[in-house]
């Protein structure tokens, strides 16, 4: 029986229709057209409208549904096409809710659309769509994703075990080093309490031989990791878990407590931009607290300097702390050491420590004043009401989605030319090589290509203090998702655009031919084939000890370009280089390198090919087919060369094939070598052999020059029988004879 639902009022319904056909319309115009076309300007500006009608009275919040869309749990009065294909677009990407806000602009809904536009798996594979929303699009649309670790826990089940995260958190690695599966495993266990309160029991007992620190250590490193795979894999999560391991931390002893504490704001408390150590802070509960001191009491038997330490970093008010402490006291109560007849006196002792802590000794009184100063000055700016419509209108300009996109690029120009530090300008570039994947990703390729130039010109400049830093920035920034998508808009973008493609990909240098020569095998468009094989080209010599990574590439498409362009770079180390093509088990392989050889002109060249047709050659009989269809007059030295030393017996019907095409195309070379095939033969086979003398006496009849003439007359008056014969049949048929 179908489930019942509430359905939405006439006119919201047509609002969504109208919001749906608009995002049907200009879903199929940006994944049709380039980003300047007139089509996209269009429909975006119909979208932009008909989201800013759908949000005019608050955010519209869309429940994706595998079949439809859902308003609070309301479904749309009249069913519509374009309702269900946008839920099936969104569902498909795993969205579970989509939320959109007033103030989206074209360039927001078409960074949208993009990412929409790629497939599932593709989206996946970088992080989701949401954490892919998150880091390059813009606070109007809001994508909450379907728990689909949850989903594959359920397909797979899960196969990672509790002693396996406990022994990546205490190895010596700064990272926490596990698989999906384990991390999917880690994930589940933090959403069950009773889980985790086991998890960090183990991790304690574990640790127990190291002492605290160590304990501290590995709570740290479990902490920093999983806060890295959530923000990357289930963004919206994130809150929720910092949330659970802020009360885990509870579980804590008070050494471990102090020593996690005194790692704020370093390297190893960071997850990309977060400090995991402060988010817990901020977050931790105060059950939680009351339980950790509580828990140390007991285990104490009393407030030691460490409790009273990490006591006063994590309740700075007195008030607070009161609070906090009859919480405790209530918890120790009902333990054993609640009932000894001297509780009431050891719990004054711990109360009069606790409160009376005091970090005076490490805090100046400059410092202490300036706080003090701080707290008088505060200001509710929630109670401030005398600020005009225009002010308040220009404040929320200044956090559009287009502001913001803007402010990000121009900090990140801004950093990566003023930062002089070598080291710190690494982490910058890493951070700008992240965001112009980001970027890439959702087809905003300008300000990911200016982004570009400025990191590629660093790495140019061999004189710079910053370019041994550039090196790691440059090659990820090669291999992502920049020259990916690049390739795909050539067809499309202006010659200045293409100029300027060109440009960074050479001051980038040769590491990113192999992510051009990918690009150019998936290509079929000519224009943009043609682009790509101009930048390749431009490389020249230096380019070839990247293509000879491309050699043993899985896809035969690539080892084809690889081929193409070992021709285009020419030298005798790339010809040497073509042996492996020749013998490749994909014949278009086989070709393109038969090409590069033919081309070259070069006895060397023509020496690898004699190699590849010999009987060890697995791509023996392949390559001789390729030979054999092979009719062109750029081929006839390459065919002359091999006429005269190729196995006649075991390449017969090649042998015959280069004859014949010989006798089309003639010269010199053509000439001597069709003597030799007119003379030779075998006792033991009469009729090949007079198969073989007819046909190169024919070839060199339809030559017709002087000198191929000559060898048959010379052939008709003093051969051996058989091959007088051939030559008088020939001759007998000309004016010449």
């Not at 009069?352 to 805090?363: A, E, F, I």
């Not at 308040?392 to 990140?412: F, K, N, Y």
Request: negative net charge; glycine residues 6%; contains cysteine.
């Amino acid at each position: 029986m179908p489930e019942l639902r509430e359905t939405l009022t006439p006119e919201l319904t047509a609002t969504l229709t109208d919001f749906a056909r608009a995002c049907k319309a200009a879903a199929r115009a940006v994944s049709l057209y380039p980003g300047a076309h007139p089509a996209i300007g269009q429909t975006l500006g119909r979208l932009v409208d008909a989201a800013g009608r759908a949000a005019a009275t608050g955010p519209l919040a869309l429940q994706v549904k595998p079949d439809g869309l859902l308003v609070a749990g309301a479904a749309p009065a009249r069913p519509d096409a374009a309702i269900a294909e946008l839920a099936q677009l969104l569902h498909q990407q795993l969205i579970g809710t989509f939320v959109v806000n007033s103030g989206a602009d074209q360039q927001t809904w078409r960074a949208l659309l993009l990412l929409l536009a790629r497939t599932p798996e593709d989206n996946r594979a970088d992080g989701g769509i949401a954490h892919l929303w998150s880091r390059s699009g813009g606070p109007s649309i809001e994508i909450h994703e379907i728990d689909y670790a949850e989903v594959l826990r359920e397909r797979e089940g899960n196969a990672a075990r509790l002693d396996d995260i406990i022994e990546a958190c205490l190895t010596g690695t700064p990272r926490l080093e596990v698989d999906d599966e384990a991390m999917l495993a880690l994930l589940a266990i933090v959403k069950d309490p009773e889980k985790l309160r086991g998890l960090i029991a183990r991790l304690e007992e574990s640790t127990a031989a190291d002492g605290r620190a160590a304990h501290a250590a590995a709570f740290l490193k479990l902490l920093r990791g999983l806060s890295e795979y959530v923000a990357r894999h289930q963004p919206d999560q994130l809150e929720g878990v910092l949330k659970t391991m802020a009360d885990a931390a509870g579980r804590l002893s008070a050494d471990a407590m102090v020593t996690l504490l005194a790692q704020r704001m370093t390297g190893e408390a960071r997850a990309g931009s977060l400090d995991v150590v402060g988010a817990v802070v901020d977050r931790i509960s105060d059950p939680a607290i009351a339980g950790f001191v509580a828990d140390n009491v007991i285990e104490e038997h009393g407030a030691s300097d460490r409790l009273a330490q990490a006591f006063e970093t994590l309740v700075p008010e007195i008030d607070r702390k009161r609070q906090l402490l009859a919480l405790a006291e209530e918890q120790v109560a009902q333990s054993p050491l609640g009932r000894e007849e001297t509780f009431e006196e050891l719990w004054d002792r711990v109360e009069k420590m606790l409160t009376t802590y005091s970090d005076k000794r490490y805090v100046s009184d400059e410092y202490a004043r300036e706080l003090s100063m701080s707290r008088g000055r505060a200001v509710d700016v929630e109670k401030t009401s005398d600020d005009p419509p225009e002010r308040v209108a220009g404040w929320v300009g200044t956090v559009s989605d287009a502001a913001i996109r803007d402010l990000d690029l121009q900090l990140l120009t801004d950093l990566l030319v003023v930062e002089t530090d070598p080291g710190r300008w690494r982490d910058v570039a890493e951070a700008v090589v992240m965001h112009i994947d980001d970027l890439s990703r959702v087809g905003q390729l300008d300000p990911a290509w200016r982004l570009a130039e400025l990191v590629a010109t660093e790495w140019s400049r061999r004189d710079s203090v910053k370019a041994a830093e550039a090196a790691p920035a440059v090659e990820r920034l090669a291999r992502g998702a920049l020259f990916r998508q690049s390739a795909k808009e050539l067809r499309r973008v202006s010659d200045e655009d293409f100029v300027q493609f060109a440009r960074v990909s050479h001051m980038i240098g040769p590491v990113a031919i192999p992510p051009l020569a990918e690009a150019l095998a998936a290509e079929q468009d000519p224009k943009a084939r043609r682009r790509i094989r101009e930048v390749l080209v431009a490389y020249g010599s230096r380019g070839r000890q990247a293509i000879q990574e491309l050699l043993n590439a899985s896809n035969w498409e690539v080892r084809r370009t690889a081929a193409y362009l070992l021709t285009e770079f020419g030298g005798a180390e790339n010809t040497a280089a073509l042996e492996p093509l020749l013998n490749d088990t994909e014949p278009r392989v086989q070709r393109e390198a038969l090409r590069a050889v033919i081309l070259s002109g070069e006895e060397r060249s023509f020496e690898l090919v004699l190699r590849a047709l010999g009987p060890q050659s697995a791509a023996r009989a392949s390559l001789a087919a390729e030979l054999i269809t092979m009719k062109e007059e750029r081929a006839a030295p390459l065919l002359g060369y091999l006429l005269s030393r190729m196995d006649r017996q075991a390449l017969r019907p090649l042998f015959l094939a280069a004859i014949d095409t010989l006798g089309t195309y003639g010269g010199t070379e053509a000439v001597d070598a069709l003597k030799v095939a007119l003379y030779e033969g075998q006792v033991w086979s009469p009729f090949k052999t007079r198969a073989q003398r007819t046909a190169a006496a024919d070839a060199l009849r339809r030559i017709g020059t002087e000198p191929a003439r000559a060898v048959l007359r010379e052939a008709a008056a003093s051969g051996p029988r058989g091959v007088r014969a051939a030559a008088r049949a020939q001759l007998k048929g000309t004016s010449h004879g």
